[in-house]
């Protein structure tokens, strides 16, 4: 029996000595792996050797204290109403500038007026803002044609002034975009805002696969060569009028051979458009000939 005991307290150690060498052999390997991030893709900006995306933003603006515009498209509106609005307009022009993946903003107009407005406005990296004359910057087909004209192999990126860059612009590729021939036209979100909740109203959320019916924002593409005749002469029309965006969508997919999508659940403008204040005289263009359609996804290439 009592050899028995013996032979029962080794074996029980020897167990006990085994328990301890697999349990710290475990912790040692566990201590000695990194743990992996939650998000599986690393943040970008942890990175040191990280630089942002450089966004060339082309946009533009009306100058609505200019008597011409207040008697006619805007003549229901209260001065308070439209100095409002251009408050908007100057905020939206604002975050576009501050934002880290803006590399240049090129205001384009035809009235001098509106240039020294904007200057006396803006507030911060004014030095990234740049003016360039146009005959109308209210056609549509000014925007594509100065990026053609000036942005050569650029990321260029056409939003008007009350739609403003957000999250995800970083992730933005254009080794990507060249490659597949890509120009994403994006839908807008809303947050809350000083003067009311964007986020409330469905028309600036419409990033959503139930809410989506074919309004489209922030125009994306590396412009090569010439601007396709047959897309200028298809979006020879004015920019605010509804359905334009459709009609680029399907223009540059069916006339200029883009691959025309719509990453805005990765890549987020916001609208600030609290006063509801739009041009009377916007009409529909688009038809069911020329009405092209990108639904929201989250995939950039």
């Known amino acids: 029996m009592k050899g028995k005991a013996i ?8 167990i006990l000595i085994i328990i301890y060498i697999v349990s710290s052999s475990y912790f040692y390997l566990i201590n000695s792996i990194k743990p992996t991030a939650i998000n599986p893709v690393p943040s970008l900006r942890n990175n040191q050797s990280w630089r942002p995306p450089q966004i060339y933003a ?4 009306p100058l609505l204290t200019n008597k011409d515009i207040n008697t006619t498209s805007y003549a229901s509106y209260t001065p308070q109403k439209i100095k409002e609005r251009m408050s908007e307009f100057i905020t939206g022009l604002q975050r576009t500038l501050n934002h880290a993946c803006i590399y240049r ?3 384009i ?3 001098t007026a509106v240039v020294d407005y904007v200057k006396s406005k803006i507030k911060t990296n004014l030095d990234k803002l740049l003016f360039y004359r146009v005959p109308n910057p209210q056609a549509h087909t000014s925007y594509f044609q100065f990026a053609y004209d000036n942005l050569q192999g650029k990321i260029a990126m056409y939003t008007p002034a009350d739609v ?4 995800g612009f970083e992730l933005i590729n254009k080794d990507v975009m060249v490659k597949n021939k890509l120009m994403y036209v994006l ?18 959320n419409s990033c959503h696969d139930k809410r989506y019916g074919g309004s489209h924002d922030t125009y994306i593409f590396v412009p090569i060569g010439k601007f396709p005749a047959e897309v200028k002469k298809e979006l020879t029309v004015r920019s605010i009028d509804y359905g334009v965006e459709n009609m680029s969508i399907w223009a540059f997919r069916n006339l200029g051979h883009y691959n025309v999508t719509n990453p805005c659940k990765v890549l987020k403008v ?3 458009h609290c006063t509801g204040l739009r ?9 069911p000939r020329n009405t092209g359609m990108a639904r929201p996804t989250d995939q950039l290439n």
């Open 109 to 111: 107009y035809n009235q």
């Open 187 to 204: 839908t807008r979100h809303g947050k809350k805002e000083k003067h009311c909740d964007m986020q409330k109203q469905a028309s600036s």
């Open 164 to 167: 403003y860059p957000g999250e």
């Open 105 to 107: 903003v090129h205001f």
């Open 7 to 14: 032979i029962g307290i080794f074996l029980l150690m020897v």
């Open 279 to 287: 041009d009377a005289k916007r009409k529909r263009l688009n038809t």
């Open 270 to 272: 916001y609208h600030l």
């Open 58 to 61: 082309i946009c533009t603006m």
